[in-house]
């Protein structure tokens, strides 16, 4: 960690100019999560064409990995799941994805319940359905 910049070794690699986390005073400030894997372009859930357009996804598959690669950036910066205390969730298709979607945050979240809002975007910048962005406390 340089002084109150974190990447994690275990996170997927940022896609553009910024670290996985800051830490200001006690507070944890995550940048946006997605599911990809890390050292790899693999996106669990997601079939890709040759022009890596999305052919299908699986919005569940997508939840497990973001929700996991958060834990990662959380642990490797001091913190864990259970000092999340905000979640900012952006969506590309809320219709078809924020029944499971919701389910599963139900199930990640049932005994820390930290203040949540969740938009539907138009995109992202990876072909992928689901981002995360957290605070947390240290």
């Known amino acids: 960690m340089n002084n109150d910049i974190l990447n ?6 940022p896609v553009g100019a910024y670290p ?19 050292g790899t372009k693999k996106i669990p859930g997601v079939e890709l064409d040759a022009d890596r357009n ?8 997508q939840c497990h990995s973001v929700f996991n690669n958060i ?10 799941w259970d000092n999340i205390v905000d979640v900012t969730v952006f969506l590309t298709n ?14 990640y979240f049932k005994d820390n319940q930290p203040c949540r809002t969740t938009m539907e975007i138009n995109c992202l910048p990876t072909p992928i359905g689901i981002e995360l962005k957290v605070i947390a406390t240290i």
């Open 71 to 80: 834990k990662n950036i959380l642990e490797d910066a001091g913190s864990s």
């Open 54 to 61: 999305i052919i299908s996804y699986d919005i569940e598959a």
């Open 94 to 107: 809320m219709k078809d994805d924020f029944k499971t979607y919701n389910r599963l945050y139900a199930d």
């Open 20 to 38: 996985h986390a800051r830490k200001v005073g006690n507070l944890l400030f995550l940048s946006g999560v997605g599911p990809r894997e890390r």
């Open 8 to 13: 994690s070794s275990k996170a997927p690699e």
